[in-house]
T-cell receptor, first 116, second 109 residues
């Protein structure tokens, strides 16, 4: 099974709302990622968790708050977003860097977020 | 930092045609992946190919690591092949994928 699942598929939220994006994988991967993708651009890395610990935070504003409750789940908590945060949010997973399995990244289908 | 360039930026073909997409990178890499992003946004893994040649059905890829390029071949194109093809690389044990700008492929029936 090489599947990464994400919920919800679509989300519309106001600037004062709080919402969460969820990601799940059952491939035994111990590295999980959040990416943001704007139209006609490649994905941009936001966060990396390795063994459930935050490994990389690419200077993302604090209105985005990641959480990795266990090795299979990754959440992205959203609060007080701006309209420019509207984008496709992608989750990915891989074996951790340096492991025998390499670190091919597998992506979920994404959550298309609109901030009004 | 490492640069990744993809060519051509856009490609329009008739169904049944063959195509070659290119990815050049500016430094040694330990990870190179080709992805297809369909019109609904799903990023589909095509190949993990830091070196060598792989084939999967109508698609094949070759990476010549010493010359720092990779090629993706699509034969007998179908309309479902339409979308954006991304090449992404990583160095050493780095988690960060460096992405090319993509090739937008349109297959006309």
């Amino acid at each position: 099974d090489t599947e990464v699942t994400q919920t919800p598929k679509h989300l519309v939220m106001g600037m004062t709302n709080k919402k969460s994006l969820k990601c799940e994988q059952h491939m035994g991967h111990r590295a999980m990622y959040w990416y943001k993708q704007k139209a006609k651009k490649p994905p941009e890395l936001m966060f990396v968790y390795s063994y459930e610990k935050l490994s990389i935070n690419e200077s993302v504003p604090s209105r985005f708050s990641p959480e990795c409750p266990n090795s299979s789940l990754l959440n992205l908590h959203l609060h007080a977003l701006q309209p420019e945060d509207s984008a496709l949010y992608l989750c990915a997973s891989s074996h951790p860097s340096g492991d025998r399995g390499g670190y091919e990244q597998y992506f979920g289908p994404g959550t298309r977020l609109t901030v009004t | 930092g490492i640069q990744v360039e993809q060519s051509p930026p856009d490609l329009i073909l008739q169904e049944g045609a063959n195509s070659t997409l290119r990815c050049n990178f500016s430094d040694s890499v330990n990870n190179l992946q080709w992805f297809h992003q369909n019109p609904w946004g799903q990023l589909i893994n095509l190949f993990y190919i830091p070196s060598g040649t792989k084939q999967n059905g109508r698609l094949s890829a070759t990476t010549v690591a010493t010359e720092r390029y990779s090629l993706l071949y699509i034969s007998s194109s179908q309309t479902t092949d339409s979308g954006v093809y991304f090449c992404a690389v990583a160095m050493d044990s780095n988690y960060q994928l460096i992405w090319g700008a993509g090739t937008k492929l349109i297959i006309k029936p």
